[in-house]
């Protein structure tokens, strides 16, 4: 009993922090709620069963891992036709080294581009818009570099709002309306690359939060809408082919940006489901040193009450293997 009460207090502090939080600088982070947990969805909020998902959830080397994960999903030329443009998404938000984890390994970004090349791609853009000055997050990253090897592949960080458009949203219960980079509305495909990392405001962030790197104004996000159901809304308008979490390590505090207390999973979680790969990946490491179910993160909740995919793992169906 004293644990329940424990975290529901803990939980609604977490609420609290985030309704009465200013933004801080070009962040667009929280202020006070760098450790905050995550918001636990409301019972009212859970979706009616879905059709069973399947996530593949491959421990190992990152580079071999994230080959097998796709492998085990059907394989990057399942969702890459020749001679498609394909844009690699990835999170690439700050100006932290590697091993912080505040965005992607870079090693994982040039495979999932190598895997999109020998698919059949004509080009691969990868492409972000970073919370900091564009040119220092992708050199501190080492994204930039790690792809300069793989042909027909183009990186880019930007904040030059020239390349977004606005993107209406029917199924928005909060967010109605954003700027969308131009490049992910013209791809044949796009790959939906995540880290695995905690986020103050948001509690956690994935495939689902790492969708507002492709939006021009985070700002509203934070300040008029509640952020979980504006990041379950936007989902709704930007379909993803393939969704990755780079697990390889988990910065399990002090997120986005870090440095935070690290987690070494040294796992890849790949599906086409977004719900379903960010369902899987909860479970892969303790949050705040908690353990959350899926349906405890509210924005993966309100996707699946969207109809986006499941959040109950009995409707995911893991594909585990080591390499």
């Known amino acids: 009993m ?56 491959v421990e190992g080397d990152p580079v071999l891992a994230v080959r097998r994960a796709v492998a085990l999903v059907g394989g990057m030329e399942q969702h890459v036709k020749k001679g498609q443009t394909v844009v690699v998404k990835p999170n690439i938000g700050f100006p932290t080294p590697p091993d912080v984890g505040g965005a992607v390994s870079p090693a994982v970004v040039a495979e999932v581009a190598r895997l999109c090349v020998d698919a059949g791609a004509s080009r691969v853009i990868v492409i972000d818009h970073p919370c900091r000055r564009p040119e220092v997050c992708l050199k501190m990253t080492g994204i930039e570099e790690a792809c300069r090897t793989v042909p027909k592949t183009y990186v880019f960080a930007t904040t030059d709002g020239k390349q977004f458009e606005d993107v209406a ?51 509203p996000f934070h300040k008029e809408f509640d952020l979980h159901q504006a990041i379950a809304d936007l989902a709704t308008a930007i379909p993803c082919q393939l969704n990755i979490v780079d697990a390889s390590r988990a910065m399990v505090t002090g997120g986005p940006a870090g440095p935070g207390e690290m987690a070494y999973p040294k796992s890849i979680v790949a599906g086409t489901n977004i719900v379903a790969v960010d369902a899987v990946a909860v479970t892969l490491a303790k949050w705040y ?25 009995g409707n995911i169906r893991v594909l585990r293997e080591k390499v």
């Open 169 to 219: 949203m029917p199924k928005g219960v909060a967010l109605k309306k954003t700027a969308v980079l131009k490049d992910l509305r013209k791809a044949g495909t796009v790959v939906n690359l995540a880290t695995a990392k905690s986020h103050g405001a948001a509690g956690v962030s994935f495939c689902l939060k790492n969708l507002m790197g492709a939006i021009l104004a985070r700002e």
């Open 2 to 57: 004293a644990q329940d009460r424990s975290r529901r207090e803990l939980l609604k502090l977490t609420v609290a922090a985030g309704a009465g939080a200013a933004l801080t600088g070009p962040l667009g982070r929280m202020a006070g709620a760098q450790d905050a947990p995550p918001a636990a969805a409301s019972p009212e909020t859970a979706a009616p069963p879905v059709p069973v998902e399947t996530v593949a959830l």
């Open 289 to 313: 040193g908690k353990t959350f179910a899926p349906r405890d993160i509210k924005h993966i909740a309100l996707a699946e009450r969207h109809g986006l995919g499941p959040a109950d793992l």
